[in-house]
């Protein structure tokens, strides 16, 4: 692939990422047991070790260790991946986001349904 290409497809992925990283935060329960804490918590160090490009990973991976993952709230996680996700902006010289519009921006079309999580697939089968 050129690089122009790669380039895109890294964009591409990163767009992808980032829309299902927020969505799951705005999912995340208002007021999660300890076991949907450890969930998230796991869940954001495994993406960091296993996203496919593998500088993003890497600075993903630092950003981790200088600012862990924050679970005690849907507000504490979502706040936490947005302001992490504007200092990756802020890396890349990109705009900083509003994270006051958060809650306007990603929508799952997951409405009606009860808060979403591995748990309530499993539960289901
Ligand atoms: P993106 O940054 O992909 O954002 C997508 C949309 O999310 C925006 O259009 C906006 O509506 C919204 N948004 C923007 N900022 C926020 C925010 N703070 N909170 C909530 N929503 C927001 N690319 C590199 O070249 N080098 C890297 O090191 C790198 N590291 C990455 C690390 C991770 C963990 C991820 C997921 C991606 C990384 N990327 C990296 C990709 C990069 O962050 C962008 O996804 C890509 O450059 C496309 O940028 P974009 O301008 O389309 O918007």
Redesign the pocket.
Known sequence: MSKLGN?TA??????A???V??TMTLRFPESPTQDERDALKSYMHL??RL?P?G??????QTLLKEYPPQTSSRKAASVW??????L??A??G????D?NA?EG??DCGCGGEEEAGASDVNETG
């Open positions: 380039a890294k964009a591409e992925l990163g767009r990422a980032w829309k990283l927020h993406f960091a996203y490009c500088e993003c990973a890497q600075e993903f991946l947005c302001s992490v996700h504007n990756v902006n890396r890349l990109k705009e900083e986001f994270c958060l921006t990603y």
